[in-house]
T-cell receptor, first 114, second 110 residues
Framework: DSGVTQTPKHLITATGQRVTLRCSPRSGDLSVYWYQQSLDQGLQFLIQ???????AKGNILERFSAQQFPDLHSELNLSSLELGDSALYFC?????????????FGPGTRLTVL | GQSLEQPSEVTAVEGAIVQINCTYQ??????LSWYQQHDGGAPTFLSY????GLEETGRFSSFLSRSDSYGYLLLQELQMKDSASYFC???????????FGKGTRLSVIA
């Protein structure tokens, strides 16, 4: 158990819908990262937040957005869902004092778009 | 940008030693990390090399050669539970995010 929690574990929805994925980092960790993992694309970095502020952005679609709240939990919002958005979504956090290279991943949310 | 190359699949016998290689191209370099991911599970941090040389953690060791833009993960005394995917990852500079390789699927056979 990494200490990072994610909900829900599974999500099944239809094309065109909007969903919200939630992540709570390890206690005391200020950085949160979001990743998308699909079979053909591997682990793709989406976005990073540090203490409530956006720190880095990857290949995140305009239909996707995220935020980190004052209690440090983060939410990833996916809208106008397409079949290709079906994937595992992970969040991760980095312990304070450690570099970005050390990340602890949550169990993931498996999103299925039908 | 950054790119990484690692073999897609490796098979090894229980009790043996296996080496998973990773070559990278990056503008700027902070370090090479390794992560393990079992099927259906989350990636788990294994090791990090910022300087040349070998880092040992139990049965796992990781090596880095910055001049060759090359590293490897060495797994000794292989066990069936080591069957998993192994990802190398690099960070180019500053607060740039980690870029992961496509992963090497290790199968340990009896």
């Amino acid at each position: 158990d990494s200490g990072v929690t994610q909900t829900p574990k599974h999500l099944i929805t239809a094309t065109g819908q909007r969903v919200t994925l939630r992540c709570s980092p390890r206690s005391g960790d200020l950085s949160v990262y979001w990743y998308q993992q699909s079979l053909d694309q591997g682990l793709q970095f989406l976005i990073q937040y540090y203490n409530g502020e956006e720190r880095a952005k990857g290949n995140i679609l305009e239909r996707f957005s995220a935020q980190q709240f004052p209690d440090l939990h983060s939410e990833l919002n996916l809208s106008s869902l397409e079949l290709g958005d079906s994937a595992l979504y992970f969040c991760a956090s980095t312990p304070s004092g450690r570099t970005t290279d050390t990340q602890y991943f949550g169990p993931g949310t498996r999103l299925t778009v039908l | 940008g950054q790119s990484l190359e690692q073999p897609s699949e490796v098979t090894a016998v229980e009790g043996a030693i296996v080496q998973i290689n990773c070559t990278y191209q990056t503008s700027g370099f902070y370090g090479l990390s390794w992560y393990q991911q079992h099927d259906g599970g989350a990636p788990t941090f294994l090791s990090y090399n910022a300087l040349d040389g070998l880092e040992e953690t139990g049965r796992f060791s990781s090596f880095l050669s910055r001049s060759d833009s090359y590293g490897y993960l060495l797994l000794q005394e292989l066990q069936m539970k080591d069957s998993a995917s192994y990802f190398c990852a690099v960070r180019g500079s500053g607060n740039t995010p980690l870029v992961f390789g496509k992963g090497t699927r290790l199968s340990v056979i009896a």
